[in-house]
């Protein structure tokens, strides 16, 4: 109960599908403080008080911040520092800035612009959706899901304590490293999943004859490889280029891998494409989901 006992008011700069969910989630395990949602657009604010995410909403980084105990930035990973940057201009000592980027190679610019007393630790939830805006949250969204916490040489023990400690009130559990650390593990795990589901969309929308496009024919498996392509292209620029040379490296392996494919296919080794799809399906299958 500690982060609920300690903490009184909240911001969140973003109150889009993780902003709002941080928001519901917060609510729906027993935090009794103030939720303020902070914006550009009453449209999208709007939507966050409809939701229920936030308690009242500002356009104004003053008035959102003035008492804030915690802020977390939910804007897309390319805007996070701007906004980190404009923030700590009205923070009162104290202030605590988290974000939910899914890239952190940001973390040591931004620990750069904290004034003495206000405290930044980088955080990323492996939660989320194809989906976007507060009417999409959902106070379920990080309940037995990873959050990675990425404290740096630099980052306040205590303040990350109370980071690791909200992620944990909303029903996830908390994993910690460095942000180089971070940024190659989830350039695998998340980056390279996202551009191979957009190549394969690109790929298969191409190709047709005479019958039809393949694309008509597609079902269940192609719509479950694919449905993170879905995914805002705006907020995925950000994060391809925040992580570019990362994403570049892994897409060079998964170039090796689709070659090893053909190299089986075309000489029909039928003993090493059992071998290789054996050895995917195992790994697959313990996964947790």
């Not at 980027?101 to 750069?112: A, C, H, R």
């Not at 995925?236 to 060079?252: E, F, P, R, T």
């Amino acid at each position: 109960m500690g982060f609920l006992e300690n903490i009184e008011h909240i911001t969140i700069a973003g109150v889009g599908l993780i902003g709002g969910s941080v928001g519901l989630a917060l609510k729906r395990a027993g935090f009794k403080g103030k939720i303020i949602g902070l914006g550009r657009r009453w449209s999208s604010l709007k939507k966050a008080i409809d939701a229920g995410a936030v308690d009242s909403v500002e356009l104004d980084f003053a008035e959102a911040l003035k008492d804030a105990d915690l802020l977390v930035i939910g804007t897309p990973v390319d805007t996070i520092t701007e906004i980190a940057k404009e923030a700590v201009k009205y923070t009162p000592k104290g202030c605590i800035i988290t974000d939910v980027g899914s890239t952190k190679k940001l973390v040591y610019e931004i620990e750069k612009l904290m004034p003495d007393g206000v405290y930044f630790v980088g955080s990323h939830p492996m939660a989320g959706s194809h989906k976007t805006g507060a009417d999409s949250a959902d106070a379920h969204l990080f309940e037995k899901t990873m959050c990675i916490i990425t404290p740096t040489e630099s980052t306040n023990p205590e303040a990350t304590n109370i980071v690791s400690e909200m992620w944990r009130t909303m029903g996830a559990f908390i994993q910690a490293m460095s942000p180089e650390e971070h940024d190659f593990l989830v350039a695998a795990a998340s980056h390279l999943p996202h551009t191979v589901a957009c190549a394969l969309v690109n790929v298969v929308s191409k190709t047709g004859n005479h019958k039809g496009q393949a694309i008509e024919f597609s079902a269940t498996g192609f719509a479950d490889m694919t449905r993170i392509a879905s995914g805002s292209p705006e907020i995925w620029k950000g994060i391809l280029l925040q992580n570019a040379d990362l994403v570049a490296s892994m897409l060079g392996k998964m170039e090796s891998e689709l070659a090893e494919f053909r190299s089986i296919l075309e000489t029909k080794n039928e003993e090493l494409l059992a071998e290789k799809l054996t050895q995917a399906k195992q790994i697959r299958d313990l996964l947790r989901r």
